[in-house]
């Protein structure tokens, strides 16, 4: 079966652009994850989606960050007035409930970088 | 944000080698879990750890659940070189609107010269 997938694989900007990255999770899967994987460090949480619902935004680092779940599937991370610090590797994942417990399962990430 | 205290950073391995590496929170976890990163891809999950004292086998890797709750170790026996990679260690509190998981910064495998 299919795994989480995430579009674009790359995708490099310039300072100040508005850049959309989308999240396809697991069919079926109710919970999905964005994280932000800066080089040489783990994962970092952003945000975290149950059904269409943002249950907990605590690791948005600022107001130009913002994702969306409209249907309860697909998600899109939006990132305003992009900077260079944002350059980093944009992790989904999703599982089946959220409610702990359940594995996540990661998709490959998109690479963006901030020129 | 959070990060939890992985070791060691980095280490060569020969094939055959036993290899151990350890995280430790200031923050007691529901779960422990420990992932594999190859270059270009996100995070495979290896074990995953429910109890205090759980000590889980998959294949030639253990890992363990500390019985504070707020470390576990990961052992690699005889170790091949598809082991290549970096091993994240990962802690998980859930509950309420909560669920996301704590990573360390990873320990990198590489191969001796």
């Known amino acids: 079966g299919a795994g989480v997938s995430q579009t674009p694989s790359n995708k490099v900007t310039e300072k100040g652009k508005y850049v959309e990255l989308r999240c396809d999770p697991i069919?079926?899967?109710?919970?999905l994850y964005w994280y932000r994987q800066s080089l040489g460090q783990g994962p970092e949480f952003l945000i975290y989606f149950q059904g269409t619902g943002a249950a907990d935004d605590s690791g948005l680092p600022n107001d130009r960050f913002f994702a969306v779940r409209p249907e309860g599937s697909v998600s899109t991370l939006k990132i305003q007035r992009t900077e260079r610090g944002d350059s980093a590797v944009y992790l989904c994942?999703?599982?089946?409930?959220?409610?702990?417990?359940?594995?996540?399962?990661f998709g490959p990430g998109t690479r963006l970088l901030v020129l | 944000g959070q990060q939890l205290n992985q070791s060691p950073q980095s280490m060569f391995i020969q094939e055959g080698e036993d290899v151990s590496m350890n995280c430790t929170s200031s923050s007691i976890f529901n779960t422990w879990l420990w992932y594999k990163q190859d270059p270009g891809e996100g995070p495979v999950l290896l074990i995953a750890?429910?109890?205090?004292?759980e000590l889980t086998s998959n294949g030639r890797l253990t890992a363990q659940f500390g019985i504070t709750r707020k470390d576990s170790f990961l052992n690699i026996s005889a170790s091949i070189p598809s082991d290549v990679g970096i091993y994240f260690c990962?802690?998980?509190?859930?509950?309420?609107?909560?669920?996301?998981?704590?990573f360390g910064k990873g320990t990198k495998l590489s191969v001796k010269p």
């Open positions: 994942a999703s599982s089946s409930r959220g409610s702990g417990g359940e594995t996540q399962y």
């Open positions: 750890l429910y109890k205090a004292g």
């Open positions: 069919s079926g899967h109710t919970a």
């Open positions: 990962a802690g998980q509190l859930y509950g309420g609107s909560q669920g996301n998981l704590i």
